[in-house]
């Protein structure tokens, strides 16, 4: 199963494209980040993280994928830019006919770390080596997407595993 991570951002968007093996093991495929020029135009922003999505999704084909959810900061209008560039990377996602699951920040540290509370290098550390790699993937939003699809998925793999089990409410 091949999924696609994404750290959603205006300026900086990160996406990670791990795969799992036959033995358990994750195997990244792809990582980076699409950025746009902070002097550019919101709208001509949007559609370049919109293309470059897009452009991800066609040329790797991804079973599903894994956002980051969205947490309201002190800053307002830095979250609703984040939340447009979100907006327009879940709609390359469904235009593509990808499957999408949110993640929280605490959930994605969980998931890697172990810790919901983990620091970032932390986190960095153990994506660098669940996904056997030599140097903490950079920059920092193409490690921290890496991280969003690891969570995506474990969290599939549960799905998978006990999709048959019928659990008490």
């Not at 996406?15 to 020029?37: A, C």
């Not at 902070?38 to 991800?56: D, F, K, N, W």
Request: charged share 20%; proline share 5%.
């Amino acid at each position: 199963m091949l999924v696609l991570g994404i750290d959603p951002g205006i300026a900086i968007t990160g996406f990670g494209l791990i795969r799992d093996g036959q033995d358990g093991s994750l195997e990244s495929v792809d990582y980076g980040v699409i950025t746009t020029p902070a002097g550019m135009p919101t709208a001509a922003r949007l559609q370049q993280i919109y293309r470059g999505v897009s452009e991800l999704l066609e040329k790797h084909q991804p079973s599903s994928a894994g956002i980051e959810k969205l947490l309201f900061g002190r800053n307002v209008t830095t979250a609703m830019a984040v939340g447009q560039a979100r907006g327009v990377t879940i709609l390359a996602l469904a235009d593509a006919g990808v499957e999408i699951s949110e993640y929280t920040p605490a959930s994605v540290k969980e998931a890697v770390a172990g810790y919901g509370n983990a620091g970032k290098g932390q986190v960095q550390d153990m994506v660098r080596l669940l996904l056997n790699l030599s140097d903490i993937p950079r920059p920092d939003d193409a490690a921290d997407a890496l991280a969003v699809a690891i969570a995506h998925l474990h969290t599939a793999r549960y799905k998978q595993l006990y999709k048959d089990q019928q659990f008490p409410v």
